[in-house]
C-alpha cells in the first residue's frame, strides 16, 4: 500500500511558476514509477507526465513539454513537479499517481492516486 499526499498548489498569475511535491509513503518508494495527472473543471482526468522508478526516463503531454519538469528524490520518497511559463488553461486540479510497474502502466491506470492540489493559474 501506497499512500500519497500532494503540496504546493495555489494562485498564481499566468506565466508564473509553482512546485508541487508528492510524498509517499512505504520503503519501496524507488520501485515506483511516479507521475501526475490532472483535471480541469468540467473535463476528465489527463495525464501530465511521469517518470520512471529510478528516475532515468520522464515523459510529458505536449501541452506541458518544456514547460513542467518532473523530478524525484527516492531518498526522500518525495516526486515533484516543477511548472514555469503557466498558463490560464493549466488550471485544475492535479493528482500525484504511483504505479508498481512502468511509466506506461501509469499512464493507463495508475495502482494509486493522491487527493489532489489545486493550481489556479489568473490571466
Known amino acids: 500500500q501506497v499512500q500519497l499526499v500532494e503540496s504546493g498548489g495555489g494562485l498564481v498569475q499566468a506565466g508564473g511558476s509553482l512546485r508541487l511535491s508528492c510524498a509517499a509513503s512505504?520503503?519501496?518508494?524507488?520501485?515506483?514509477?511516479m507521475g501526475w495527472f490532472r483535471q480541469a473543471p468540467g473535463k476528465e482526468r489527463e495525464f501530465v507526465t511521469a517518470i520512471s522508478s529510478r528516475g532515468l526516463s520522464t515523459t510529458y503531454a505536449d501541452s506541458v513539454k518544456g514547460r513542467f519538469t518532473i523530478s524525484r528524490d527516492n531518498a526522500k520518497n518525495t516526486v515533484y513537479l516543477q511548472m514555469n511559463s503557466l498558463k490560464p488553461e493549466d488550471t485544475a486540479v492535479y493528482y500525484c499517481?504511483?504505479?508498481?510497474?512502468?511509466?506506461?502502466?501509469?499512464?493507463?491506470?495508475?495502482?494509486?492516486w493522491g487527493q489532489g492540489t489545486q493550481v489556479t493559474v489568473s490571466s
Open positions: 499517481a504511483a504505479d508498481g510497474s512502468d511509466i506506461g502502466a501509469l499512464r493507463l491506470g495508475p495502482d494509486y
Open positions: 512505504g520503503r519501496t518508494f524507488s520501485s515506483y514509477a
